[in-house]
């Protein structure tokens, strides 16, 4: 079997040498990194109309973007960047892993062209970035820091403005300066080993002083340890968790709207160590899998802390009731919100087992959540079935399998009260240029899954029912196109729709390469969605018909050199009230890139003119490294920003200037974060060290 094996591969050198494939160099990883860029940007566009502008999504897609600038070994490549950044079909990626099971890992990436469903066009996309390297290591701790990769991170942050929190006295007004503080450190050790520790200072709070005389007023901090026979990894400190379709418990970006046929379904990433610079949702605490790849288990514990106020109880005063969000927006810099700081905890505990095989996965998880105090139930009518307690349960199965070259997956889960969370999907592979997605979820109206992070419009899962279909279509070499349609309902009242209500988004992109150096990318959206508006006595329903058209044309005359200009357009049409409302974006980016002197050059000038914040449109922007920005343009305005990168062999610098200027008014924000003046500008530096 070796020298048969042998002789193929001798085989497929020979042959692919005939063949022209793209040499590895930058560009082809600049291409694939825009394509990724591409994706999160719809994807995140979605997410930021239902949890908010001000979520930062940083942390969830530094491994993407990382991933995305460097050669991806074929040999331990996970099913999600298979998907994502290689653009492998599950069955592709299941013949992969069924060819390194038989025959054992890849010693040449040609052997690629022996492996069924892969064609010939798939290898040479592929080819320039991907690697050929063992995975396996002899005694691990032999070398255990010989080999080991230090990197520290030190960012800085400012608006340079003065705002009104610190005009005020100390009473009413921020306690500490206006400058954003960061730092991280991670230690690698030969994919058996990694450290972390990181801490954060936001804006306005104190630092070594007052309230934080530890310093930063965010510390995270995890230890990890992994490939270690039959324990698979151990992780003490700060984690993420991803089981099954995320119905009750997830995280990640994928299993949304938006980025295609394959980005609508999760990936189960089981315990991913974080250490955030940012106080977004993780687990805290120690998680554990053991197992092979046949078969393994996961069992975990976290206990995390949300602000907000506690009062005792009318029924008994020893007991304390709390009334605030389980959502945690991690600002400290007044004395009101340092009262509320931790006052409620959260205990999370559970398990995950999973089978595999070949073509099929079976997983269990069940999880237990448990608060320090009572959540009473909500008085406003729309968050009747909201959850209230100091106790969820939640038990679920998940399941995947491949039929020929189609993928079915799903997920099923159950709160304490026997409430279904449901989510069945499916992905066909037609055709190498056809791939098609469809989603079905139905989330009961009471429904509770405090940690649920699966594909639907509310967060977290609860009543919803709807089904979306996405198709992929690939058309030649050049042009490719998405298109897909939601149609969802809510069988309860929601915020600001004031009864049920039946909504349907479509979608429709268009990715165009007329010429080597010419990238065209076109996009529709269209959103029928139902809102309040104020009847004579009560709010009635309308209808709000939204529509969004973006253009983008990516000119790269040169590999160093590039142009971006970009135009986008949002028309509200109000039903009921009989009335439109639009806005405009205009962009123009830059960016040089002259590697042997290690400096990269990014700049924007945008216009943008709308009618009111319902009309604001998305605009991705290059940042920091491990930083992802998209920024909401909405009023009258012109929006710029500058960022040099220099790097040496051992470190990398960047400088950040980005400052919105607005012609339509006199002031910036409101309450401490108002600016008097029509400007806002931002400073940002970062510091990275590798060694």
């Known amino acids: 079997m070796t020298s048969l ?29 825009e394509q990724v860029l591409d994706n999160l940007e719809y994807i995140i566009e979605g997410k930021l109309e239902t949890v908010g502008d001000e979520t930062d999504f940083s942390e969830e897609i530094s491994e993407l973007l990382v991933e995305g600038k460097s050669q991806s070994n074929i040999n331990s490549v996970s099913a999600q960047i298979a998907a994502i950044k290689l653009q492998l079909t599950d069955y592709q990626y299941y013949q992969l892993q069924k060819y390194i099971y038989t025959y054992g890992e ?8 022996a492996i069924e469903g892969f064609d010939k066009k798939t290898v040479e996309r592929i080819i320039p970035i991907i690697k050929a390297n063992p995975t396996k290591r002899r005694k691990p701790f032999a070398h255990f820091f010989r080999n080991g990769r230090h990197e520290l991170l030190l960012r800085y942050g400012q608006i340079l403005e003065k705002q009104e929190g610190y005009a005020k006295t100390e009473t009413d007004g921020y306690l500490g300066s206006p400058a954003r503080l960061a730092f991280k450190y991670t230690f690698r050790s030969n994919d058996i080993f990694t450290f972390g520790i990181s801490g954060e200072k936001d804006a306005g709070e104190q630092f070594f002083r007052g309230a934080e005389k530890q310093g930063f007023d965010f510390y995270s901090f995890h230890l990890e340890f992994k490939n270690l026979g039959l324990l698979r990894k151990v992780v003490i400190g700060d984690y993420k968790l991803n089981f099954g379709q ?39 605490g120690a998680a554990i899998e053991v197992g092979n790849a046949s078969y393994n288990g996961t069992i975990f514990y976290s206990h995390t802390f949300y602000d907000g106020k506690t009062t005792p109880s009318e029924s008994n005063e020893d007991e304390l009731i709390f009334e605030g969000s389980l959502n945690n927006t991690g600002y400290h810099r007044t004395e009101n919100e340092i009262e509320k700081k931790n006052a409620l905890m959260k205990r999370l505990y559970g398990f995950h087992v999973q089978i595999n095989r070949r073509i099929f996965r079976l997983g269990v998880q069940g999880i237990r ?5 009572e959540i009473l139930p909500n ?6 079935y909201k959850f209230s307690g100091k106790g969820s349960s939640n038990l679920s199965i998940d399941y995947q399998l491949i039929l020929k070259k189609h993928l079915l997956y799903g997920e099923i889960g159950t709160d304490k009260n026997f409430r279904i969370g449901l989510l069945q999907g499916a ?14 979820r139905y989330y009961d109206k009471k429904f509770t899954a405090l940690n649920s992070n699966a594909f639907g419009e509310n967060s977290p899962n609860q009543n919803e029912t709807g089904l979306y279909v996405v198709t992929d279509i690939i058309l030649g070499r050049k042009a490719e196109i998405s298109v897909s349609g939601d149609f969802y309902r809510h069988n309860w009242l929601q915020y600001g729709i004031d009864a049920p209500s039946k909504n349907c988004d479509f979608i429709c992109q268009a990715k165009i390469s007329p010429a080597k ?34 253009a983008a044309l990516t000119y790269t005359p040169y590999n160093f050199l590039k142009f971006k200009t970009e135009t986008g357009f949002i028309a509200n049409r109000y039903e009921t009230a009989k009335k439109t409302k639009s806005g405009v974006l205009f962009l123009q980016d830059i960016d040089l890139n002259l590697e042997k002197a290690g400096l990269s050059i990014k700049a924007r000038l945008a216009y943008f003119d709308t009618d009111s914040y319902d009309e604001r449109i998305y605009a991705y922007e290059s940042d920091l490294l491990y930083s992802f920005t998209i920024t909401p343009h909405f009023d009258t305005g012109i929006r710029g920003f500058l960022m040099i990168k220099y790097g040496y062999k051992w470190f990398d610098i960047w400088v950040r200037v980005a400052r919105t200027f607005y012609t339509n008014k006199e002031s910036v924000g409101s309450g401490l974060e108002k600016i008097d003046a029509p400007h806002k500008t931002e400073l940002k530096a970062q510091l990275v060290i590798k060694m």
């Open 5 to 33: 094996r042998k002789f193929i591969t001798t085989a497929m050198v020979v042959s692919a040498a005939i063949c022209q494939t793209n040499a590895q160099n930058d560009t082809v990883h600049d291409a694939v990194n």
């Open 106 to 113: 890849l010693v040449s990436l040609y052997e690629l062209y």
């Open 246 to 284: 995320g119905v009750i418990l997830g995280s990640g970006l994928t299993g949304t709207k938006g980025g295609g046929a394959v980005s609508c379904r999760k990936f189960t990433t089981g315990i991913r160590a974080v250490t955030p610079i940012n106080e977004g949702e993780f687990l805290r």
């Open 369 to 373: 959540s448990e608060f320090s105090h």
């Open 379 to 384: 008085e406003k009518t729309y968050q009747k």
């Open 427 to 440: 992905t066909f592979n037609f055709d190498p240029c056809v791939k098609m997605s469809a989603i079905f």
């Open 517 to 550: 150096h010419l990238k065209i990318g076109l996009r529709y959206d269209y959103r029928h969605k139902a809102y309040n508006t104020s009847g004579e006595h009560l709010n009635e329903i309308g209808i709000r018909h939204r529509h969004r058209v973006k």
